[in-house]
């Protein structure tokens, strides 16, 4: 089943070049001009990856982003042409999981929604056969693989593809010290870009969401990186 791509911009042209490209590779494609319209096709249709424009009428993509991110986790590439750091980190603040900047080219486009899907999906692809995963278990922290969930304390915390796989890298790692470059190496599967501030972001995003009691159970190592800390007293 071909996976369905929502392309979300008030720029019909845009649009049009989006739909070419992707359907050309076995996409189905839905469409719209507008943030509201975006939101009522991701309620109403199956969407399994989204495009957004920034500057929408009706609703901006940054609104969409954060009304998708309330009912929704679909990987999320955010379209602009502000391309300043500000932005591109207010993007992945709210939740986008990639950025790409106006004007682009189509292909590129086209090889980031291949591995934003890739990443994305293929968390769980191929299970059949191969067993489960086993759950891992770092002081009252409890990470599901098979169901990409983490728990503290019996509590859900609801994570994106990016955040999952970091915190799968430092789970089967407790206590060991990852660079910036083997953080966004595992959690985006590319090659790590010096000036790039994901990393930082995504960190900062996780800490928040696992914070208790006003105790970071990920740790940053001055000059070298993070570590999650692995006595089970550092994590309560």
């Not at 042209?13 to 991701?42: C, D, F, N, P, S």
């Not at 070298?224 to 309560?236: A, F, I, M, P, T």
Request: net charge negative; glycine share 8%.
């Amino acid at each position: 089943m071909a996976y369905r791509i929502l392309v979300a911009d008030d720029e019909a042209e845009i649009r049009e070049v989006l739909r070419l490209y992707l359907e050309k590779e076995g996409y189905e494609i839905v469409e719209a001009a507008e943030g509201t319209e975006a939101v009522r096709l991701i309620r109403e249709e199956k969407i399994d990856l989204a495009l957004l424009d920034i500057m929408m009428p009706g609703m901006d993509g940054y609104r969409v982003l954060r009304n998708i991110r309330e009912e929704n986790n679909l990987p999320v590439i955010m379209l602009s042409a502000k391309s300043s750091d500000s932005d591109k980190i207010l993007g992945l603040d709210l939740g986008a999981d990639d950025y790409i900047t106006k004007p682009f080219v189509p292909l590129e486009a086209v090889a980031r929604v291949k591995s934003n899907l890739r990443r994305f999906y293929a968390l769980g692809a191929g299970d059949s056969g191969k067993g489960q995963d086993a759950a891992l278990q770092v002081g009252n922290l409890r990470l599901e693989p098979d169901s990409c969930l983490l728990y503290r304390d019996g509590e859900r915390i609801e994570l994106t593809s990016v955040e999952f796989r970091i915190m799968k890298l430092f789970m089967e790692n407790p206590g060991r010290v990852f660079t910036k470059q083997q953080i966004f190496e595992a959690g985006w599967e590319e090659a790590y870009m010096v000036s790039d501030n994901n990393v930082m972001v995504c960190i900062s995003k996780l800490r928040a969401k696992l914070e208790k009691d006003g105790r970071d159970c990920i740790r940053t190592i001055r000059g070298l990186g993070y570590r999650l800390e692995k006595s089970e007293d550092s994590l309560r």
